[in-house]
C-alpha cells in the first residue's frame, strides 16, 4: 500500500541556497525545502561513472545502518572530479559523467560523456521530504517503451514499467493471511489472490533497480541504500469499480483491469523513512552495473559443487529409515542426488537446534549413513525460539538480553506464536546476537554431521522493536531481518573449518548474496506459477542475487506428471534446483507419476548432472565477476530490442552462449522461442540424448561397451527472429547453443551420481554455424573453470582453481580449437580427459581429420576419432591447459585411428 504522494510530501518546491562546496570526489549543496529546513546534499563520485549522493538528516550525514555495502571491502581508484557552477547551475563531472543540478527550478539529472542521459528528474520533485519522515524522488520517463528492471522478487514480467501496476518494498510472508491482508485493496482482483501471481509484496525487497531509455537503449543502475518500507510508483492507484448492480458496472473483468493510470512520462519511489542515501551507476551496458552493484554491495562466496546438484526436500515426518530408504531409490533408479532437505517436523516439538529422537535416534548416524551414498543433508530452522523456562535456546538468549522487544510497548520483549506456540525472536541486528546464533548454528551443523542450513520464516510478522532498549523502530529492521539471520548462520558454519559453506534463506535485502542464496519462496503447483518462475528468478538475478531457484513441482497443492516434468525442465540450468512440497500433498518425486513424465523428469535430472562443468563454471564467474548465473536474454545480448518483451521473457540464459526456452504450457505441441539477433543458433536434444537408446557400440579388447554417441548434426536457426518449433513431446526441452562457442561438459556416458564422483572426462562440443570461411576468432563466453569444488579459496587444503579460456576460429575448410591457461596451475588439470566433439549443421561437413599442438604453434600432431565427429585429445596435449587442435572438414569419419578399436552402426 502506499498513501498518495500530496499527503506524504510537504512540498516540493525546493531551491539551493549560497554556493557549493567543492570536496575530495564532488560537491556539497545547501538545499532549503519549503519548511525552510536546510539539509546539505552530497554529490561525491566513487568511480568515473559510478556517483553516491547523500542527503543530511537535522544537518548531519547519517548512515542508515543498512547490511548492503560491504565494510572494509570497498576499494576504489581515485577519481578526477570537476565543479563548477554559475547562477543557474551547478556541475559536478568526471570524465565519463556529470551530474548537474538545476537551481530554479530545483531539478537533478546525468549524462554520459556522449551526451546520452543517465537520469532526469521532474523539476521540483526530484527530492522531496515526508511529513512522517524519509522521502520521495521522482525521475522522468523518456517514452512508454522504456524499461525498468529489477527491484528484488516480484511478479509480472521484467519489464516493471509495462506491468500496469505499483510496488512494495516490504518482506512479506504471502501465506500469513495477516500479513498479507492490508496490501488487499480490491478482493475481487487477482492481483490481491495472495496465492496467486500477481501479488506483491514477496519476500526480497531490494531497491536497486535499471532504468533503460527504449528498447536495446543505454541503461542507469539507481540503489537506494535505505531497508525501510519503499513504494515504486508508476502511476495513480486505479479505485475500486462500482458494485456491478449499481449504476457504473465494471468496464471489463477484474483480470484485465489495471491497478493503476499510468503517469506515462515519469514514477517516484518513495520511502518511509530513514535517510537519503543513492547510489547512481552511469552504465551504459546492464553488465557493467551489476558488476559495479557487486563490487559495492558484494558478491556470492565460491559455491561448494554439491550444491549445484539435485536436491529432494518435503515438508514431512519423515524417520531415520524413510530417509535411508528415499535416498536408496534415487540411487536405484540412476537418478543424481545430492542433498536431502529434512522440513520442521524432523525437530522435538519444533524447537530449533532439537531432534525428534523417535524419529531419529542418533541424527549423526543418518547423516553419516548417506554421506557414505554421497548425499548430504541440510534442514530448516526458523527464527521463532519457544518461550519455556529450560528450553537451552530460550534460556541462553533471554539471559543475554538478545531477543527482539515489542514495536509498540518496547518495555517488553515481542512474543507471538508460530509452530513451537509462544515464541521470542533474536535481534539479529545487534552484533552479540549474531555472535551467540553463529555458534548455535556451528554446533547444530558440527553434532549432527549437516551441510547446509536452510533459514526460513525470516521476514517478521509481528512488530519487532530492536536494540537491547528496543530504541529501534520496526520500520527500520524488518526489511534487514533475514539478511543479518543468514548472515549469522553462515558465519557459523564458516567456524566448522575449510569447506564451502551453503544457506539458503527465503527473505533478504541488499548484501543477503554474500551470506545466502534464496529461493522463490511458497509458490504453488500451477502452470501460472511455473510461468511465473523464469521473469521472477531472472529479476532477481540481475538485482544481485545470483543463486536462485524454485520448489520444483509447486509447493502448495497436488502436483501432477506433466507439470512436474516442465519444471524439472524449466530449472534446468538454475542455479538451485530443489524439488519440495508442503505436507498432505501426493508424492511428487521424479519417478511419482509413471510413463512417460517419470523419464522426462529423470531425463531433465541426468542432462543437469552431464551440464554440471558448464554450471559450476558459470556460478565461480558470479562469485569472481558478479554476473548472473540465470539471466534474462537482454542482459548478455544488449543490441536486441525483441529481447525486452514476450516471449523472450519465459527464456533465460546462461553465459552468453546457451538459451534455454523451456514449454511451460499443458499439452503443448508448438513452441514459439526468440533468438538472440548476431549468431546462429544450434538447437540441441541433449536432455532427450539421456534417454537415447544404444546406437553404437565401440569394442576394445577384450571387452565391450555400450554407449549411445549423441547426435551431433542439428537443425541451425539464425538470430534476430522468432521460431516456432514442432514436437514438444515430454522429452523434448528447447536448448540453444551460440555457433562458435564450445561448451564443457561431463561425458554421456559417465554422468555421475553426485558432486563427489565427478569423472576424469571432459567433453569440449564445439558448436560450428554456417560462418564464412576466414571467420576471425572468436572467444566463447564461459571459460572453464577447474578446482576441487569443495574448499573456500584461499583456504588450507584448497586446490587453485584452473581458468580455460576457449577460441574458435575457421578457415580453409578447417576450423581450430585454442585452449588457453588464463589462470592458475596446469596441476588442476591433472588427470582430466578431454573429448572434442564437433556440432555442425544438418547436411554440412564434419570432422574428416584432426591434428594437435602447442597454443600459438602449427598442429602436426594426429589425433585418435572415437567416433562421429568426436577427436580425444592426448593427456600430453591437454595436461598444460594451452593447446590448439585444427579439425579437417568434410565426410565424417568414423573409423578410429587406435589399433584394436573400430565403430560399428
Not at 178 to 201: E, T, W
Not at 601 to 608: F, L, P, Q, T, V
Request: proline fraction near 10%; include cysteine; glycine fraction near 10%.
Amino acid at each position: 500500500m502506499s498513501e498518495p504522494l500530496s499527503n506524504a510530501v510537504e512540498d516540493r518546491a525546493v531551491r539551493v541556497v549560497g554556493n557549493p562546496i567543492a570536496t575530495e570526489k564532488g560537491a556539497e549543496i545547501t538545499l532549503e525545502f519549503a519548511s525552510l529546513v536546510q539539509e546539505k546534499l552530497r554529490c561525491e563520485f566513487l568511480t568515473e561513472d559510478l556517483v553516491r549522493m547523500h542527503l543530511s538528516t537535522k544537518g548531519a550525514f547519517i548512515d542508515n545502518e543498512t547490511p548492503a555495502v560491504q565494510v572494509g571491502g570497498l576499494s576504489f581508484p581515485s577519481v578526477r572530479v570537476t565543479c563548477n557552477h554559475d547562477a543557474n547551475q551547478i556541475r559536478v563531472s568526471t570524465s565519463k559523467m556529470t551530474v548537474v543540478f538545476d537551481c530554479l527550478p530545483f531539478a537533478v539529472s546525468a549524462f554520459r560523456a556522449d551526451g546520452s542521459c543517465v537520469f532526469a528528474s521532474y523539476p521540483n520533485q526530484a527530492l522531496a521530504l515526508r511529513k512522517a519522515g524519509g522521502f520521495a524522488i521522482t525521475r522522468r520517463c523518456n517514452s512508454v517503451q522504456d524499461g525498468i528492471y529489477g527491484l528484488g522478487e516480484k511478479f509480472g514480467g521484467l519489464n516493471r514499467l509495462r506491468q500496469g501496476r505499483n510496488y512494495t518494498l516490504w518482506n512479506l510472508d504471502i501465506y500469513d493471511k495477516l500479513a498479507a491482508d492490508p496490501f488487499v485493496l480490491d478482493a475481487d482482483h487477482p492481483a490481491y489472490d495472495h496465492k496467486g501471481v500477481l501479488f506483491d509484496p514477496l519476500y526480497v525487497s531490494i531497491p536497486f533497480y535499471y532504468h533503460q531509455a527504449g528498447p536495446a537503449g543505454p541503461c542507469g543502475g539507481f540503489f537506494v541504500d535505505n531497508t525501510y518500507r519503499a513504494h515504486v510508483l508508476f502511476g495513480e492507484p486505479c479505485p475500486r469499480p462500482a458494485d456491478p448492480e449499481g449504476p457504473t458496472p465494471p468496464a471489463s473483468p477484474a483480470a484485465d483491469r489495471p491497478l493503476c493510470r499510468p503517469y506515462g512520462d515519469r514514477f517516484t519511489v518513495h520511502f518511509t523513512g530513514g535517510a537519503y542515501v543513492e547510489y547512481i551507476f552511469g552504465g551504459p551496458q546492464m553488465a557493467a552495473i551489476l558488476r559495479q552493484y557487486g563490487a559495492l554491495t558484494g558478491r556470492m562466496k565460491a559455491p561448494p559443487l554439491w550444491a549445484l546438484g539435485n536436491h529432494q526436500c518435503r515438508w514431512h515426518p519423515y524417520s531415520d529409515g524413510a530417509l535411508r530408504q528415499l535416498a536408496d531409490q534415487f540411487r536405484q533408479r540412476a537418478l543424481p542426488l545430492d542433498a536431502l532437505w529434512l522440513d520442521i517436523h524432523y525437530m522435538d516439538g519444533y524447537r530449533i537446534c532439537t531432534w525428534d529422537r523417535q524419529a531419529y535416534p542418533s541424527p549423526p548416524a543418518t547423516t553419516g549413513a548417506l554421506k557414505e551414498q554421497g548425499v548430504r543433508v541440510v534442514t530448516i530452522i526458523d527464527p521463532g525460539v519457544k518461550q519455556e523456562p529450560g528450553y537451552p535456546v530460550y534460556d541462553e538468549g533471554l539471559a543475554g538480553g538478545l531477543f527482539c522487544r515489542d514495536g509498540d510497548h518496547p518495555e517488553r520483549l515481542c512474543i507471538g506464536p508460530v509452530w513451537p506456540g509462544d515464541c521470542a525472536f533474536p535481534d539479529f541486528t545487534r552484533p552479540e546476537t549474531r555472535r551467540w546464533w553463529a555458534d548455535r548454528m556451528r554446533r547444530h551443523a558440527a553434532e549432527n554431521g549437516l551441510a547446509g542450513i536452510w533459514v526460513d520464516m525470516n521476514e517478521p510478522c509481528y512488530r519487532l522493536a530492536f536494540g537491547p532498549n528496543g530504541e529501534r523502530p520496526p520500520e527500520w529492521g524488518h526489511n534487514q531481518y533475514g539478511t543479518l539471520m543468514a548472515r549469522a548462520t553462515d558465519e557459523g558454519l564458516q567456524a566448522l573449518g575449510p569447506e564451502r559453506t551453503f544457506v539458503l534463506s527465503r527473505a533478504g535485502c541488499p548484501g543477503v548474496q554474500r551470506y545466502a542464496a534464496n529461493w522463490l519462496g511458497d509458490n504453488r503447483a500451477t502452470w501460472d506459477h511455473l510461468r511465473a518462475f523464469i521473469p521472477m528468478a531472472a529479476g532477481l538475478a540481475i538485482s544481485g542475487q545470483p543463486f536462485v531457484g524454485s520448489d520444483i513441482g509447486g509447493f502448495g497443492g497436488p502436483s501432477h506428471g506433466e507439470l512436474l516434468a516442465r519444471w524439472y525442465q524449466a530449472a534446468l540450468l538454475a542455479p538451485f534446483f530443489r524439488n519440495h512440497s508442503s505436507h498432505s500433498m501426493p508424492d511428487q518425486y521424479p519417478w511419482s507419476f509413471g510413463a512417460p513424465w517419470d523419464a522426462a523428469a529423470g531425463a531433465a535430472i541426468r542432462c543437469r548432472y552431464r551440464l554440471l562443468p558448464l554450471l559450476y563454471s558459470a556460478a565461480m564467474q558470479s562469485a569472481r565477476v558478479g554476473d548472473p548465473v540465470l539471466a534474462p536474454l537482454l542482459y548478455h545480448h544488449p543490441a536486441d530490442p525483441a529481447l525486452a518483451g514476450s516471449p523472450a521473457e519465459r527464456q533465460y540464459a546462461l553465459g552468453p552462449d546457451l538459451v534455454l526456452a523451456p514449454v511451460t504450457d499443458p499439452a503443448a505441441t508448438t513452441w514459439d522461442v526468440q533468438l538472440p539477433a548476431g549468431a546462429e543458433w544450434a538447437e540441441w536434444s541433449c536432455l532427450a540424448q539421456e534417454h537415447t537408446q544404444v546406437s553404437w557400440v565401440r569394442t576394445v579388447a577384450p571387452f565391450t561397451l555400450a554407449v549411445a554417441p549423441p547426435a551431433t548434426e542439428h537443425p541451425y536457426h539464425p538470430g534476430g527472429g522468432l521460431v516456432r518449433l514442432g514436437g514438444m513431446g515430454p522429452l523434448t526441452v528447447p536448448l540453444f547453443v551460440r555457433a562458435g562457442s564450445v561448451v564443457a561438459t561431463y561425458p554421456h556416458e559417465e554422468v555421475p551420481l553426485g558432486a563427489d564422483s565427478r569423472p576424469a572426462g571432459r567433453e569440449l562440443h564445439l558448436f560450428l554455424g554456417r560462418g564464412p570461411a576466414g571467420a576471425a576468432p572468436q572467444a566463447t563466453g564461459l571459460p572453464l573453470w577447474e578446482d576441487d569444488g569443495a574448499i573456500r579459496p584461499g583456504m588450507p587444503g584448497a586446490r587453485t582453481p584452473a581458468l580455460v579460456q576457449f577460441t574458435v576460429s575457421r578457415a580453409d575448410g578447417k576450423v581450430r580449437l585454442e585452449g588457453r591457461l588464463a589462470e592458475g596451475p596446469a596441476q588442476a588439470l591433472a588427470g582430466l580427459v578431454f573429448t572434442l566433439v564437433l556440432h555442425h549443421p544438418q547436411g554440412t561437413p564434419g570432422v574428416m581429420a584432426a591434428h594437435g599442438g602447442p597454443l600459438g604453434g602449427p598442429a602436426t600432431e594426429p589425433l585418435a576419432i572415437e567416433g562421429p565427429d568426436r577427436v580425444r585429445l592426448p593427456e600430453g596435449l591437454t595436461a598444460g591447459g594451452s593447446f590448439a587442435v585444427e579439425v579437417a572438414l568434410g565426410p565424417s569419419a568414423r573409423i578410429s585411428r587406435n589399433p584394436g578399436e573400430r565403430w560399428v552402426g
